[in-house]
């Protein structure tokens, strides 16, 4: 699909492609599957046409996406520097703080700034940013589709389905779009293996990953008459269940299943001050908006931020900021 908004960007990415030897892919913090798919089906793009190719995002790769094939791009934060990049680009990443900051804009280094995200700072030299996009993995599609539709592989086509299939939560969210379906045909069509891919990343869950699913589900609470809800996952909890807070993707959707839940928090404490705080919405509720007050961001349905407060704190005030939200857009639903 042609996307005549970006055309000429497209245009412009390829010619930095053919002019360039060296490239570092960069993902926001704790990438997820449409990070990882996004920056992967670019760097096997790349690696293709004869580039050198680097990937990075801060705090490293959740244990379930090691094993992709070229999960061994990824550097460790101390590699980075000894790679000097011609162009860098991110992918799927809002904001310069999230990703690698340093990184971005360093010695006159051309940043390509490939996004979904509403809340995008445009913070490149090129940007290719489109919020209707169901996921960033569209995006990096519609430029190889555009630029060298003949090069796209099986392997590309995989991390692409894994992007779109990861942010939307297996075809279940909000942003399901006739576009993210036609898509995903496009996708297997190309060699992507929807039933490997939403097994293993989907379905196929650890024994540790459940016992700690059990004991945060355990720590649900309802507020607001049932329309908000509230679950954690303490340094505590995983050290009695075994795994690691990387293994709590997806967590949060369990307390936003709920009958008559509008909105949903998961809090997940990374540190004893440092609580990471995923939110979801259905209808109208814009939970990117409360973020952003507390310095996060997001989408409409689905967005974060990290608040510097113990987790019974942080729990109270983010609930009390949903409950006046609710209170606030009485009648608001669509
Ligand atoms: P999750 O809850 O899955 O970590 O994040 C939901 C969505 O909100 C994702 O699109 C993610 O990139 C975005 N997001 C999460 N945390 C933050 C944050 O602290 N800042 C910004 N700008 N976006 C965030
Ligand atoms: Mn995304």
């Known amino acids: 699909m042609t ?5 000429k960007d497209f245009a412009a990415i390829d010619g930095l492609i053919r002019s360039h030897g060296r490239f570092l892919l960069l993902g926001h913090v704790d990438p997820d599957g449409d990070c990882i798919g996004s920056m992967l089906s670019l760097a096997s793009f790349l690696r293709a046409r004869g580039k050198q190719v680097a990937c990075f995002a801060p705090g ?20 980075l520097g000894a790679f000097e990049p011609d162009i860098v680009f991110a992918l799927d990443s809002p904001t310069t703080a999230r990703t690698a900051g340093p990184a971005i804009g360093g010695a006159g280094v051309p940043v390509v700034n490939i996004d979904h995200h509403p809340t995008n700072e445009l913070y490149g030299d090129i940007n290719v940013v489109d919020e209707r996009a169901s996921a960033t ?4 599609y519609r430029f190889l589709a555009e630029v060298a539709p ?13 992007g ?19 898509m995903a045909a496009r996708f297997v069509e190309l060699g992507a293996r929807p039933y490997e891919l939403a097994h293993e990343f989907i379905y196929a869950k650890k024994l540790s990953t459940l016992r700690l699913l059990a004991r945060s589900l355990e720590s649900i609470e309802v ?23 990387s293994d709590t993707e997806g967590f949060v959707d369990y307390a936003a299943s ?27 509720h814009d939970v ?15 967005a974060g931020l990290t608040i510097h407060e113990d987790l019974a704190t942080a729990e109270s005030r983010i609930v009390a900021a949903l409950e006046a939200m609710l209170a606030a857009g009485k009648g608001s639903k669509s």
């Open 3 to 7: 996307d005549e908004r970006f055309a």
């Open 60 to 79: 490293g790769m959740a244990e379930i996406y090691l094993e992709l094939p070229l999960a061994g791009l990824f550097m460790r934060e101390d590699e």
């Open 137 to 140: 993995a569209i995006v990096v």
């Open 150 to 162: 003949e090069r796209i592989t099986p392997e590309m086509a995989d991390y692409l389905y894994l």
């Open 164 to 182: 779109v299939l990861m942010d939307t939560g297996g075809f279940r969210f909000q942003n399901t779009n006739a576009e993210a379906l036609s």
């Open 223 to 245: 507020h607001s008459g049932g329309r908000v809800a509230a679950m954690h996952v303490s340094r505590e909890m995983i050290e009695r269940a075994g795994g690691a807070m």
């Open 258 to 284: 709920i009958d008559d839940v509008e909105l949903a928090a998961l809090f997940r404490e990374i540190e004893e001050r440092e609580i990471r705080v995923s939110l979801r919405s259905r209808n109208n």
């Open 288 to 302: 990117a908006s409360l973020a952003e007050k507390f310095g996060g961001g997001g989408h409409r349905n689905a």
